[in-house]
């Protein structure tokens, strides 16, 4: 894998060739200001006016003009997070055209991994608060800022430039088991793997033939020949009535996740076997598909490492009031267990 093969899948360049067959999105350019926010460790508050929800103040105007301050300023460090007017009006025009939900990305990832800091466990996002709050804690975004071309195969080349951006997809209820990962090698083909492969989907093994043709034709007939390199991987959706469209478009290597097969087999140029034999067609037009066949295979969620306990997060925001209470009891009870060894 080429760093050039990485640029050629940012989604500002596949998206206008393919617009067609995917997902109503739209792209804003990242301001400097902005990623660094995203790489600043230090800020993890996000900025008020980020926020399209109103603020509720507890500090009410009876006591304006008071002597009596509530907090003691010289003790009370209040961090406050930097404000982006200009972009937050940008992205909330942009999410109101797109229909008030979207689904946030970076020039190649998405912060799958952090979806369990959200309020609502989802990417969906409607605020620029919602999309700050996934992208600070998501290692996949930092890795898009950071180190975009680690796996590449020329590192004595210089990087590329990258103009960073930030995609806005349409909300789309997609059903995980319409989701499939196909591998393309020398513009063919050549393998598809169902996306979410810790569930066995009942349909899948039924339709098997009928959703491998379809990714089939629709390659065919939408995507072959027509993006800028012979190797990559296209992620894609078949919907309740048969009609494939385009997710994504990933780098044909290492960076992009394998699912059921080894990048030693895609790579190899042999043959790769399907999970099921595939008798009603030709040898040479088919790709392998590959599929969980039964529940006893079923593994863990991948993402799940990149969890922390939900406790943690209702604690830490403050989301679930007697979850706090009996934290601070908790922590009061040790106390006096401390002290009272202490005395002893
Ligand atoms: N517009 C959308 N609305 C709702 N969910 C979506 C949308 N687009 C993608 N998803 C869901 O999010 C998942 C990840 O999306 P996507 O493939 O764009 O992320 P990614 O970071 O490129 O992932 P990968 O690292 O596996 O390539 C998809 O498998 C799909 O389930
Ligand atoms: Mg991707």
């Given amino acids: 894998m080429k ?9 500002s360049v596949w998206y206008p060739i393919f617009k067609k067959f995917t997902i109503k999105s739209l792209i804003l350019p990242l301001p400097q200001n902005v990623i660094d926010y ?3 460790d230090g800020t993890l508050v996000v900025p008020e006016s980020a926020s399209n929800t109103p603020q509720t103040h507890n500090n009410t105007s009876d006591s304006e003009g008071d002597d009596v301050q509530w907090s003691d300023d010289e003790t009370t460090e209040t961090v406050k997070a930097p404000e982006f007017p200009d972009f937050n009006a940008k992205v909330l025009e942009a999410i109101n055209s797109l229909g008030g939900c979207v689904f946030p990305k970076l020039n190649w990832s998405a912060p799958r991994d952090a979806n369990w800091i959200a309020l609502n466990s989802s990417l969906q996002c409607q605020s620029l608060s919602d999309i700050f709050l996934l992208f600070k804690s998501s290692d996949f975004v930092t890795h898009d800022l950071t180190q975009p071309f680690i796996h590449c195969s020329d590192q004595d080349s210089p990087d590329p430039t990258i103009s960073y951006e930030l995609v806005l997809r349409k909300w789309s209820e997609l059903i995980p088991g319409g ?4 591998f393309v090698k020398e513009s063919k083909l050549i393998g598809i793997s169902q996306r979410d492969y810790t569930q066995y989907y009942h349909h ?21 020949y027509k993006f800028l390199d012979d190797d990559f991987v296209l992620d894609v959706y078949r919907d309740s009535c048969g009609q494939v469209w385009l997710i994504d478009i990933n780098p044909f290597g290492p960076v992009t996740d394998s699912l059921l097969f080894t990048w030693e087999e895609l790579s190899s140029g042999s043959r790769l076997t399907a999970s ?5 067609m030709p040898q040479e037009e088919r790709p392998a598909f590959r599929y969980t066949t039964s529940e006893v295979t079923v593994q863990p969620s991948p993402c799940l490492s990149y969890r ?6 209702d604690l ?3 989301e679930d009031a007697y979850k706090l209470i009996d934290f601070l009891k908790l922590t009061k ?12």
Avoid at 333 to 344: L, Y
């Fill in 3 to 11: 760093k050039e093969q990485v640029v050629n899948c940012q989604f």
């Fill in 38 to 40: 995203l790489l600043d």
């Fill in 179 to 182: 989701e499939f990962r196909c």
């Fill in 204 to 224: 899948v093994s039924k339709q098997e033939d009928s959703i491998c043709q379809s990714i089939q034709d629709f390659f065919r007939d939408h995507i072959q």
């Fill in 276 to 280: 099921q034999p595939q008798d009603d």
């Fill in 308 to 313: 922390m306990p939900r406790d943690f997060v």
């Fill in 316 to 318: 830490s925001t403050g």
């Fill in 333 to 344: 009870r040790q106390q006096e267990a401390e002290e009272s060894e202490g005395e002893a």
